[in-house]
């Protein structure tokens, strides 16, 4: 095998471990990063309350799924909200 193909295959291996480390370690990732940056903007607008359970992700089903969720809007200065 040429020099080339051995990089490209060593790159190969690399970026599917590192995949596979990704999608085994979601949960902690999304409870984590991803909820902070949530709970930061939500909690940033005048008036409103997030917070958050833990995180859970599934591959199969393609779907994050939390644990619990409790919103809070108070007063008149509270940004409207919408749910989809």
């Known amino acids: 095998m040429q020099v080339a193909g ?8 690399v970026l599917a471990a590192a995949a596979g480390i990704v999608l085994l370690n979601a949960d902690a990732l999304l409870s984590g990063v991803v ?3 949530i709970l930061r903007s939500a909690n940033s607008t005048p008036g409103t309350s997030l917070s958050l359970g833990r995180f859970h992700y599934s591959f199969f089903a393609n779907r994050i799924s939390v644990d619990s969720l409790r919103l809070s809007v108070r007063g008149d200065k509270a940004a409207p909200i919408g749910v989809h």
């Open 35 to 37: 909820k902070e940056r």
């Open 6 to 13: 051995k990089i490209v295959a060593g790159i190969v291996v």
